[in-house]
């Protein structure tokens, strides 16, 4: 799996540290140039983190694409980007507006939306259009940042 950040702040930081430091595998962390400290030192410290030179190679190489910057410049950073119609894009930017969100990322048309049901194999129990795409990775990797239950 393909996962993208534009945005390298203290929330994407807790992120990617949660991601690498959990069970997921096979998953490649993009991070965009925004706060290059940031994604400089998250780079260093995880094999599967590595920092982009622009926001369009992230988006570019991203399956999903994690938007972490801050609410007044969010939809003129979103619209500078060229999505792919497949991609999930989830925000983390408060007060954007899920139709604003949407206006900027066009061709995407939603982002991850999973309802685990229970049951012995979590995988199985998620009908959301994430978890159909990404199989057995998904639920794991949505519970890690809070957006799978």
């Keep these: 799996m393909q996962i993208g950040f534009i945005g390298v702040g203290k929330i994407t930081n807790a992120i990617v540290e949660g991601l690498c430091t959990s069970s997921i595998q096979d998953t490649q962390i993009w991070l965009s140039p925004r706060n290059e400290a940031n994604a400089r030192q998250l780079a260093e410290k995880y094999t599967a983190v590595q920092r982009l030179e622009s926001n369009q190679q992230v988006v570019d190489r991203s399956d999903i694409v994690f938007v972490?910057?801050?609410?007044?410049?969010?939809?003129?950073?979103?619209?500078e980007l060229v999505f792919r119609k497949e991609q999930i894009v989830v925000s983390l930017v408060p007060l954007l507006k899920e139709a604003d969100l949407l206006a900027a990322v066009a061709p995407v048309t939603g982002g991850p939306r999973?309802?685990?049901?229970?049951?012995?194999?979590?995988?199985?129990?998620?009908?959301?259009?994430?978890?159909?795409?990404?199989?057995?990775?998904?639920?794991p990797a949505f519970r890690t940042t809070g957006t799978c239950k």
């Design 114 to 139: 999973c309802s685990y049901t229970g049951g012995d194999d979590p995988h199985g129990s998620c009908a959301c259009l994430s978890c159909q795409r990404y199989g057995n990775t998904i639920v």
């Design 68 to 79: 972490a910057v801050r609410p007044a410049v969010a939809v003129e950073v979103l619209q």
